[in-house]
């Protein structure tokens, strides 16, 4: 059945299919001059290009794009949009218990900063605060998402718990026992057009783009830095490095981030008869709550975007478009779609995709400076970028002011993830990581001995 649902499919990602793309910028063949270069043109780069001509009208501002407006992981995401700034309530208390009210509250705040924006500039990105579902697919999830909504309800947010019967009733799986809605803290996106609206707005600002045009070196100049490209360079007062997983410009990243392979399916539209047999009213989004765990959504024209579950890390952090497909991927995910949701039996997948997204051991993101401060970066948001990178461009360019102020005092900015080891033996404690999670998955949640290690040292790696 999953080789015949999948028999069609695409090999591209659906979003960066759609009609609509802004055309390409002119790439970089002179020397040119600004207040503020900045480096990739994916979420973190636009919000961060955006918010800085917002504070400032007549700040002069460039964007360098390697390839196009949102190629990489901000076109090819789900489009979960979430107000969290710690990939999750559960990782943030985690990590940030003496913040996790603070950042509750800025996180929101962010998300609702984002709808304006999106309202403002009129962007067409099918905006919508549908929230999302967390539900539970074995008994051992059902008391763990129970203790996640005592300790978030008893924090004021908009959660839900639902018992089998009232899951079953938004979304129908006979996978499901439980869940907790968090009804205001996650909108979904088109995310290939919010790049696309967000890389308008810039322009609309007077923002230069200079697109395929990939930056090779910084140097130190009297003033500022130099970027250094194939045919041109930026003499800029002040840099942000907005690169994701492709962080090689700065040594220090290789530490933090790792690159790993995340995979999707989309599906090809619901007939209102198969939607109906689904219920999802609500237009949620959805994510399981496995240690390897599943995110899906419906589209606009209510097609059922499923992906995750088996991120891939592979040997030597190798980045490649060969590594794009996946085809045992697909196939494990075509199976876990059919047996979530058995009576879609005979619904095919229009586009399977892959790419690599920059994760970290505290799968937030993290900031920070380089080259005397002139210099900001933020990476490492594992998935959780859409949103996110908003709040992470507002930190940037606190950094870059030299400011002290209420984003660069937490300890979330102030403080770095726990490196991870160099290579090989980087390649086999994640590979030993990714045993030892789809174990504890197998066996009621029980983590062994590795994993236990993990969480005492601060690490507590998922997927």
């Given at each position: 059945?999953?080789?015949?649902?999948?028999?069609?499919?695409?090999?591209?990602?659906?979003?960066l299919?759609?009609?609509?793309?802004?055309?390409?910028?002119?790439?970089l063949?002179?020397?040119?001059?600004?207040?503020?270069?900045?480096?990739?043109?994916?979420?973190?780069?636009?919000?961060?290009?955006?918010?800085?001509?917002?504070r400032?009208?007549?700040?002069?501002?460039?964007?360098?794009?390697?390839?196009?407006?949102?190629?990489?992981?901000?076109?090819?995401?789900?489009?979960?949009c979430?107000?969290?700034l710690?990939?999750?309530?559960?990782?943030?208390?985690?990590?940030?218990?003496?913040?996790?009210?603070?950042?509750?509250?800025?996180?929101?705040?962010?998300?609702?900063?984002?709808?304006?924006?999106?309202?403002?500039?009129?962007?067409?990105c099918?905006?919508?605060?549908?929230?999302?579902?967390?539900?539970?697919?074995?008994?051992?999830?059902?008391?763990?998402?129970?203790?996640y909504?005592?300790?978030?309800?008893?924090?004021?947010?908009?959660?839900?718990?639902?018992?089998?019967?009232?899951?079953?009733?938004?979304?129908?799986?006979?996978?499901?026992?439980?869940?907790?809605?968090?009804?205001?803290?996650?909108?979904?996106?088109?995310?290939?057009?919010?790049?696309?609206?967000?890389r308008?707005?810039?322009?609309?600002l007077?923002?230069?783009?200079?697109?395929?045009?990939?930056?090779?070196?910084?140097?130190?100049?009297?003033?500022g830095?130099?970027?250094?490209?194939?045919?041109?360079?930026?003499?800029?007062?002040?840099?942000?490095?907005?690169?994701?997983?492709?962080?090689?410009?700065?040594?220090?990243?290789?530490?933090?981030?790792?690159?790993?392979?995340?995979?999707?399916?989309?599906?090809?539209?619901?007939?209102?008869?198969?939607?109906?047999?689904?219920?999802?009213?609500?237009?949620?989004?959805?994510?399981?709550?496995?240690?390897?765990f599943?995110?899906?959504?419906?589209?606009?024209?209510?097609?059922?975007l499923?992906?995750?579950?088996?991120a891939?890390?592979?040997?030597?952090?190798?980045?490649?478009?060969?590594?794009?497909?996946?085809?045992?991927?697909?196939?494990?995910?075509?199976?876990?779609?059919?047996?979530?949701f058995?009576?879609?039996?005979?619904?095919?997948?229009?586009?399977k995709?892959?790419?690599?997204?920059?994760?970290?051991?505290?799968?937030?993101?993290?900031?920070?400076?380089?080259?005397?401060?002139?210099?900001?970066?933020?990476?490492?948001?594992?998935?959780?970028?859409?949103?996110?990178?908003?709040?992470?461009?507002?930190?940037?360019?606190?950094?870059l002011?030299?400011?002290?102020?209420?984003?660069?005092?937490?300890?979330?900015?102030?403080?770095?993830?726990?490196?991870?080891?160099?290579?090989?033996v980087?390649?086999?404690?994640?590979?030993?990581?990714?045993?030892s999670?789809a174990q504890?998955?197998?066996?009621?949640?029980?983590?062994n001995?590795?994993?236990?290690?993990?969480?005492?040292?601060?690490?507590?790696?998922?997927?």
């Amino acid at each position: 059945m999953t080789v015949r649902a999948l028999a069609d499919a695409i090999p591209e990602p659906y979003w960066l299919r759609q009609p609509g793309a802004p055309e390409p910028a002119d790439p970089l063949t002179t020397a040119e001059n600004a207040d503020l270069a900045v480096i990739g043109a994916g979420y973190s780069g636009l919000w961060t290009a955006l918010l800085a001509k917002e504070r400032d009208p007549g700040r002069d501002v460039v964007v360098v794009e390697a390839g196009t407006a949102g190629w990489a992981a901000s076109g090819r995401n789900g489009g979960f949009c979430a107000a969290s700034l710690t990939h999750g309530f559960d990782n943030g208390l985690s990590r940030f218990p003496g913040e996790m009210d603070t950042l509750e509250r800025l996180g929101r705040r962010n998300l609702a900063e984002i709808e304006d924006t999106v309202r403002r500039y009129d962007i067409d990105c099918d905006f919508s605060r549908t929230g999302e579902l967390h539900v539970a697919t074995a008994g051992w999830q059902v008391r763990e998402l129970g203790a996640y909504h005592a300790a978030a309800a008893g924090r004021g947010l908009d959660v839900r718990l639902l018992d089998r019967d009232a899951v079953r009733a938004e979304v129908d799986s006979p996978t499901y026992l439980g869940g907790v809605w968090d009804r205001d803290g996650c909108a979904m996106v088109d995310p290939a057009r919010l790049v696309w609206g967000l890389r308008r707005a810039c322009a609309d600002l007077g923002v230069r783009f200079y697109d395929n045009t990939r930056v090779d070196r910084i140097d130190t100049i009297p003033g500022g830095l130099r970027l250094h490209t194939l045919r041109g360079r930026v003499d800029a007062r002040r840099v942000a490095l907005a690169t994701g997983a492709y962080g090689n410009l700065l040594r220090r990243l290789r530490h933090y981030v790792i690159p790993v392979y995340d995979y999707a399916l989309m599906t090809e539209p619901l007939t209102a008869g198969r939607l109906a047999a689904v219920g999802w009213a609500n237009r949620q989004g959805i994510g399981d709550s496995g240690n390897q765990f599943h995110y899906y959504r419906l589209t606009a024209d209510n097609r059922i975007l499923w992906g995750g579950y088996d991120a891939v890390y592979y040997r030597g952090g190798r980045i490649s478009t060969d590594h794009d497909q996946r085809t045992a991927t697909f196939h494990l995910l075509a199976r876990h779609f059919a047996e979530t949701f058995p009576q879609l039996d005979g619904l095919r997948f229009t586009h399977k995709w892959g790419g690599v997204i920059d994760a970290c051991s505290r799968f937030s993101g993290f900031y920070g400076t380089a080259h005397s401060g002139r210099l900001a970066y933020a990476a490492g948001y594992t998935g959780l970028g859409v949103g996110a990178t908003r709040f992470g461009a507002n930190v940037m360019l606190d950094l870059l002011d030299g400011a002290r102020t209420p984003l660069t005092t937490l300890k979330l900015v102030r403080s770095k993830p726990i490196p991870f080891p160099p290579e090989p033996v980087r390649t086999g404690v994640i590979q030993l990581t990714r045993w030892s999670i789809a174990q504890a998955d197998r066996h009621d949640g029980r983590r062994n001995l590795w994993l236990r290690t993990l969480d005492r040292v601060g690490l507590g790696f998922d997927s």
